[in-house]
């Protein structure tokens, strides 16, 4: 399944840090955008549901949940 992509620029996305007059920063791609830039294929609207941004545990967060349990 697609998903329709309902961003049509930079600023629009949730991922979009604004730092200075026309531009900002991507904290997905960790680069330097200008914010009238066409948003990519991987912009997040700003209010986005909670298990679109949920990210996958790392190991040490794995390791930390089995000790304490065990």
């Known amino acids: 399944?697609?998903?329709?992509?309902a961003l049509?620029?930079?600023y629009l996305c949730g991922?979009?840090?604004h730092t200075g007059r026309r531009g900002g920063h991507c904290?997905?791609?960790n680069v330097e955008v200008q914010s009238n830039w066409s948003?990519?294929?991987l912009a997040m609207p700003p209010f986005a549901?909670?298990?679109e941004t949920?990210?996958?545990?790392?190991?040490?967060?794995?390791?930390e949940r089995v000790e304490?349990?065990?």
Request: charged fraction near 15%.
């Open 8 to 10: 049509s620029t930079c």
């Open 1 to 5: 399944m697609r998903r329709v992509q």
């Open 54 to 63: 949920r990210t996958a545990p790392t190991l040490l967060e794995l390791q």
């Open 15 to 17: 991922n979009y840090i």
């Open 39 to 41: 948003a990519c294929s």
């Open 27 to 29: 904290k997905l791609l």
């Open 68 to 70: 304490t349990t065990a």
């Open 49 to 51: 549901p909670s298990w």
